[in-house]
């Protein structure tokens, strides 16, 4: 099992970079493929960025494409979403998720995620 703890959220303006660290309980955090998803208000939760166990392979939605970058550090259990030119649309509640893949660099959305953070919330004024 793994406890996820997101941290680094947020109120900044338009434009402004932010970036969201999610840090693992474990000694096995590289074998898990990491999730970042977001929850805006009145709305269901949506997938954002993964990134495989070994870091190799990310996945991004086409909305955040050239403006988020997902990386981790297995040294530190941390995972990181860089988040430049934030816009108002990308106000939300922002959670970290884990999945067990020790032998899979799939990092689909349609990946299902089995441990989840608290969540961090990323305002954007405008």
């Known amino acids: 099992q793994v406890q996820l703890v997101e941290s680094g959220g947020g109120l900044v303006q338009a434009g402004e970079p932010l970036r969201l660290s999610c840090a693992a309980s474990?000694?096995?955090?590289?074998?898990?493929?990491m999730g970042w998803f977001r929850q805006a208000p009145g709305k269901g939760r949506d997938f954002v960025a993964a990134?495989?166990?070994?870091?190799?392979?990310?996945y991004y939605i086409d909305s955040v494409k050239g403006r988020f970058t997902v990386s981790r550090d297995n040294a530190k259990n941390t995972v990181y979403l860089q988040m430049n030119s934030l816009k108002p649309e990308d106000t939300a509640v922002y959670y970290c998720?884990?999945?067990?893949?020790?032998?899979?660099?799939?990092?689909?959305?349609?990946?299902?995620?089995?441990?989840w953070g608290q969540g961090t919330q990323v305002t954007v004024s405008s």
């Open positions: 474990g000694r096995t955090f590289r074998s898990y493929a």
């Open positions: 998720a884990a999945r067990w893949a020790p032998y899979s660099d799939n990092v689909s959305p349609s990946q299902e995620y089995n441990y």
């Open positions: 990134i495989s166990g070994s870091g190799g392979r990310t």
